[in-house]
């Protein structure tokens, strides 16, 4: 116990020494959760390689002309144990059990070399072994061999809920995996998104809970939010680290048949791919650190728990610091997210996995509109007269959130043909705290100050069965997914918002209108102690808006895809969606009213013909999206869901080996049963509205030559409202985004004796101009288009990888918002070391 709390406390020492100000947070859950599984977890790992009686087996491969092997694996048979050939054809396997094993050293493509070894306890076996191909062979075969196109993926899990390759897939989906966010060192899903073509975003996330729900993007001309995670509800408040993610799976176009209305937009899904245990010792520490007081230390941490290596456990963890570049504004976060995976027999396994997140920050700048475009005098943000390096907030103004997503997993193995997977998943999420905002004014001169404050948080619950399987009817090959989902959300949030009269306050007063530059008087009174004496002397109900809610969702689901030939591959599915709203809340009189009850039905149906097997497959699909609305018309007829229907085709590429990857689709979504007001009845709704939203996208992954590795992007949307309120009516909506984005990153790995492991990589985004507000009433207001750019060097050899990115490399000035304007970061340089174990 001692040293366990010797090593505790020299690990809280190290991290206050590298990032200080973590610990100014005040009572930040899950640091000693953090520090005690993180030592327990290394310890584990030590205690499991020195558990058994053991020895070591050390080597070297070499070609049959006498030079080193590098590359080459070699592997224990028996224990399905391997490493790789380092630059000096040398291998080292430590820790292995007593007794006789076949060594193999093998390539693709060339033939193993096999030798016998005995293991006795405490010592090293040395072995040479000697490959039957001379250099330049093997150079050729490591050259064919290699996953060359290193960011490309092929298949899923979760998109189809089956097992399926890209190319059998009629729906359009794009993969960040986490070699490419190691390439680009990104730390977050924010930035990793930015490599999907149309993903754009409109709000960094403000960790409140209620309808937060983290960082928003648009996609295919709709918003969407971060809602799932290995391809359940996992609901968020706050920004997404990515320590703990596989890969992130962005599906296209309404995707309501299989995942619900929940957790889908019209515009597709956005689902994250957590890390697994495996049966090996294992793990990497990063530490980082640079521009605006960036500070990140992470550790992965995996270890068997037992000789069989039936239950494994993996953690991960981060902890992060980052100051705004602006003169106040930081965010300090803590994430834990232990997993564990028992293999109870050959036919019955168990998952389990946390991700446990608390912060402490400021919320990010973003100005509302308090006046109309053309009062205001600009259509454009960069012509607002704010100054871009001004918070106009204090740094006490501190939100502070927490995040606890649970989930397990049962998988029973029925039949050689039949799976079923039962999924659980428990989120919780919490705010409490200030969150500044401001209204832009009329004349472009002034901004009104304003603050919320925040109590209280939401839980999501659900549950899935699902049931896997394939069966033949004659020669046609059925793969099929059924499966039930019940779905529940509660949300307990409560929000107090101080008025003033805009232009009334005196410099005492928390709420004022100030100047936007030059000498600002009373700049620093916009502070906690201005905030909680407003709060104490309002007269006001100090709730005046709440959301107090329970919905629930019981669905059922089935989805087939049918091989007609081996080249012809037809998906057909099915959902029914009972939506039960239990209604509001009102806490003052203790009255719940507008709940109601709604039956949806979401087919789905796709082609996929592959014009070239497992090369080339052109494709089509028709998907559906559908949205609960309550309320009657003026005759008294309950309305229907609101439904997005999409019709798609395209053509998707595996060619050269793999080394070129790519998608080319065009897309063209109707949504009807869009409410608008009825101009007989005004003080009704009529449910005839429509919202049309198409264009194309282009993706690619490709490796033209060895080494080099390419990932590019282009979308284009066209949305606009066509039968709606005469405010709106044929304008683009505000929350489509740009109607032109790109997306570009280039890596290079050298190859080369003597700068082997040294890389560059560099790209960045396009977005054109978006629109904030749109209607004819209050006029267009845009952010304008900008090109960002952003470059790394890395340096990987052994266990260590070096990294220095620059994000923005022309430290250009740019902004995001949806109903908002948004300032971003400007120029950052940051540096990272990495140790494997």
């Known amino acids: 116990m001692n040293s366990l709390l010797l090593c505790s406390n020299t690990y809280k020492a190290l991290y206050r020494k590298i990032v200080p100000d973590l610990f100014l947070i005040p009572k930040l859950p899950g640091c000693k959760i ?8 290394v310890q584990s790992s030590l205690a499991y390689a020195q558990s058994a009686v053991t020895g070591d087996i050390k080597g070297t491969v070499k070609t049959s002309d006498g030079k080193v092997a590098e590359g080459v694996t070699v592997t224990i048979k028996e224990l399905k144990r391997g490493t790789t050939v380092n630059r000096e ?5 430590n820790h292995i059990k007593t007794g006789t094993y076949i060594l193999f050293a093998s390539y693709v493509g060339l033939k193993p070399q096999i030798l016998q070894v005995t293991v006795a306890t405490d010592e090293t076996v040395n072995v040479n072994l000697i490959l039957t191909a001379n250099s330049q062979q093997l150079t050729e075969v490591v050259v064919r061999g290699q996953k060359a196109n290193r960011f490309a993926t092929t298949k899923s899990d979760d998109v189809a809920k089956m097992p399926l390759n890209d190319l059998e897939n009629p729906q359009v989906y794009s993969t960040v995996s986490s070699s490419l966010m190691t390439d680009q060192s990104v730390h977050n899903i924010d930035a990793a998104l930015k490599n999907v073509p149309g993903a754009y975003q409109l709000w960094a996330a403000t960790d409140r809970s209620g309808f937060g729900n983290g960082s928003s993007f648009v996609l295919r001309g709709f918003q969407l939010n971060t809602y799932l995670r290995n391809g359940i509800a996992s609901n968020v408040s706050t920004t997404i680290d990515n320590a703990n993610i596989e890969s992130i799976e962005v599906l296209k176009g309404p995707s309501a048949t299989l995942f619900g ?14 890390k697994k245990p495996y049966d090996q010792a294992g793990g990497e520490i990063i530490y980082s650190g640079g521009s605006y007081g960036f500070n990140r230390l992470t550790a992965d941490v995996n270890t068997p728990l037992d000789s069989a290596k039936k239950l494994l456990f993996r953690i991960n963890t981060a902890l992060n610091t980052q100051n705004s570049w602006q003169d106040a504004g930081f965010h300090r976060n803590i994430f834990l997210a232990p997993s564990l995976i028992y293999k109870a027999s050959d036919r019955l396994s168990f998952s389990f996995d946390a991700e446990l997140y608390a912060s402490a920050g400021t919320t990010p700048q973003m100005f509302f509109f308090n006046t109309t475009v053309a009062a ?7 012509k607002l007269n704010l100054d871009y390096n001004r918070s106009y907030i204090s740094n006490d103004l501190v939100m502070n959130s927490s995040n606890l997503n649970f989930s397990g997993q049962m998988n029973y193995k029925m039949s050689d043909n039949w799976t079923s997977q039962t999924s659980i998943s428990v989120v919780n999420t919490n705010s409490n705290g200030p969150m500044p905002y401001f209204y832009l004014m009329p004349g472009n001169n002034e901004i009104q100050r304003n603050v919320w404050t925040i109590e209280g948080g939401d839980q999501t619950f659900d549950l899935q069965q699902n049931f896997i399987g394939k069966f033949n009817i004659g020669s046609v090959k059925n793969r099929v997914v059924a499966g039930i989902d019940y779905y529940n959300y509660n949300a307990n949030v409560r929000y107090n918002e101080f008025m003033g009269t805009a232009g009334g306050q005196t410099a005492a007063d928390l709420f004022d209108v100030i100047n936007t530059t030059g000498n600002i008087p009373n700049y620093l009174n916009f502070n906690k102690a201005k905030v909680d004496s407003a709060y104490a002397n309002s007269p006001a109900d100090p709730y005046p808006y709440t959301i107090y809610t329970k919905e629930y969702i019981t669905s059922a689901y089935v989805s087939d895809v049918i091989n007609i030939t081996d080249q012809l591959i037809a998906n057909a599915a099915l959902r029914v969606d009972h939506y039960d709203f239990a209604g509001n809340y009102n806490p003052v009189n203790g009255t719940t009213s507008g709940g109601y009850k709604q039956t949806a039905l979401s087919p789905k ?15 089509g699909n028709y998907q559906n999206g559908f949205t609960n609305e309550t309320g009657t018309d003026f005759q008294g007829h ?8 999409q019709l798609e085709g395209g053509v998707k590429l595996n060619a050269f080996d793999g080394k070129l990857r790519g998608t080319f689709s065009y897309y063209d979504i109707k949504v009807d049963n869009v409410l608008r007001t009825d101009l007989d009845h005004p003080q009704f709704s009529i449910q005839n509205g429509t919202q049309l939203s198409k264009g194309m996208e282009a993706e690619v992954t490709a490796n033209p030559f060895t080494g080099f590795n390419v990932v590019a992007g282009y979308a284009y949307n066209d949305s606009k409202y066509t039968n709606a309120d005469a405010d709106v009516n044929g304008l683009r909506p505000n929350t489509s985004g740009p109607q032109n984005m790109a997306n570009l990153w280039l890596s290079y790995r050298f190859t080369q004796d003597g700068i082997k492991g040294l890389g560059a990589g560099f790209g960045g985004n396009y977005a054109g101009k978006s629109l904030v507000e749109s209607s004819k009433s209050e ?20 266990r260590y990888r070096f990294a220095v990115s620059v994000d923005n490399l022309t430290n250009k000035e740019y902004w995001i918002g949806w109903y908002t304007v948004n300032p971003q970061q400007p120029r950052s340089i940051n540096g990272s ?3 494997r174990f």
């Open 376 to 382: 205001l005098g600009v259509n454009s943000a960069d």
């Open 261 to 274: 209305s929940a957790v889908t937009s019209y515009g597709g899904l956005i689902n994250r791919v957590t």
């Open 779 to 798: 006029g267009q207001f845009y952010v304008p288009a900008y090109t960002v750019l952003n470059s790394t060097v890395f340096y990987e050899t052994g």
């Open 638 to 645: 309950s309305f229907k869901p609101e439904e997005a229907n």
């Open 89 to 93: 054809g040398k291998f080292t396997l």
């Open 833 to 835: 070391v990495a140790f």
């Open 34 to 41: 953090f520090l005690l599984l993180l030592v327990m977890a």
């Open 605 to 619: 149906f796709g082609l996929v013909y592959q014009l070239i097997k497992d090369k080339v497959s052109l494709f």
